[in-house]
């Protein structure tokens, strides 16, 4: 399939395929006239491109681990990686809560009615009104 079909297939553009095709995520073959022609299994590729991506990986790990999904086997290094990035998502997670709380704190200020003085710090706050 051309570069259009494939990019109307799994609702990406046709930039991302051929940035994908740059990394090296994903390959082709030309036509006598140069254009890209992709494989039908091409579109089960790039879902799996775009989970990665979404999962935070960069293109650079998502190149070294599709060989790896392929053979069925992730070795010890690759496996050390990924473990790299789920404690690197966990603190991004972790400061996304905090976010969250800091957030529910000024929300809380902003609604009650005269409750006092702001507080020096929001991480003051959590669960009650402390005024400083």
Same mark, same amino acid.
């Given at each position: 399939?051309?570069?259009?079909?494939?990019?109307?297939?799994?609702? @990406?553009?046709?930039?991302?395929?051929?940035?994908? %095709?740059?990394?090296?995520?994903?390959?082709?073959?030309?036509?006598?006239?140069?254009?890209?022609?992709?494989?039908?299994? !091409?579109?089960?590729? @790039?879902?799996? /491109?775009?989970?990665?991506?979404? !999962?935070?990986?960069?293109?650079?790990?998502?190149?070294?681990?599709?060989?790896?999904?392929?053979?069925?086997? /992730?070795?010890?290094?690759?496996?050390?990686?990924?473990? %790299? %990035?789920?404690?690197?998502?966990?603190?991004? @997670?972790?400061?996304?809560?905090? !976010?969250?709380?800091?957030?529910?704190?000024? /929300?809380?200020?902003?609604?009650?009615?005269?409750?006092?003085?702001?507080?020096?710090?929001?991480?003051?706050?959590?669960? %009650?009104?402390?005024?400083?």
């Amino acid at each position: 399939m051309r570069i259009g079909e494939l990019a109307e297939r799994v609702g @990406v553009s046709t930039r991302a395929l051929r940035y994908y %095709e740059n990394q090296g995520l994903l390959s082709s073959s030309r036509t006598s006239g140069g254009q890209r022609v992709y494989a039908p299994v !091409a579109a089960d590729r @790039v879902r799996l /491109i775009r989970e990665l991506y979404t !999962a935070g990986l960069s293109s650079t790990l998502i190149a070294d681990l599709l060989p790896a999904i392929d053979d069925k086997h /992730i070795g010890p290094a690759l496996l050390a990686r990924l473990l %790299e %990035e789920r404690a690197r998502t966990a603190t991004k @997670v972790a400061e996304l809560q905090a !976010a969250e709380l800091r957030l529910d704190t000024l /929300i809380r200020l902003a609604t009650s009615a005269g409750n006092g003085a702001c507080p020096t710090t929001l991480d003051q706050t959590h669960g %009650e009104n402390t005024a400083a």
